[in-house]
């Protein structure tokens, strides 16, 4: 019960910072970046978002791991034992494909083009001039997919929740 107890809340701390950074990110600093000037927007991907990435990356990952920790305490290992016929087996096996799916996702589009338009900026500080097109593409990019993820994320935390409270 104590090991349950503290994978879970692992779970749950970790989930916190995932789904926040990504609120943060979704709802205050894209929005907000959009009206920077080029040089202020530079260089706050350059000086700030590297951080903000490897919070991310951390929290996403942790997430990750101790929620399949908590599902193996859970089942005692037998993961067989999920019964997509209650309430709680199906909501819950839901949202951590949903959340496997999210996670591959910021790793293999999210976090790419957020590193490409770290990139770019830093080529931008040290040799100002107009943007590339290739940036305003990226960032197109990037909104739309940190909106989807977030969107997604959201849809996690609500079957996550109702799944253990039904």
Known sequence: MVLLTVVLWAHIFS?????????????ILAPSLAKLSPQARGEFMVKVVPKYLRYFEVFSGMTIVFGVATAAVLLNGDFSKVSLSTPFGLYITVGA???????????????????????????????????????????????????????????ITVLMVAGTTL
């Open 97 to 155: 494909v949903l959340a496997l799916l999210v996670f591959a996702v910021s790793y293999s589009v999210t976090i790419p083009v957020t590193r490409k338009i770290i990139r770019i900026s830093e080529s931008m500080m040290k040799t100002p001039g107009p943007p590339p097109p290739e940036l305003m593409v990226l960032a197109n990019r990037q909104k739309v997919i940190t909106t989807a993820t977030l969107s997604v994320m959201i849809l």
């Open 15 to 27: 989930a916190i910072g995932w789904l926040g950074a990504a609120m943060v990110f979704g709802i």
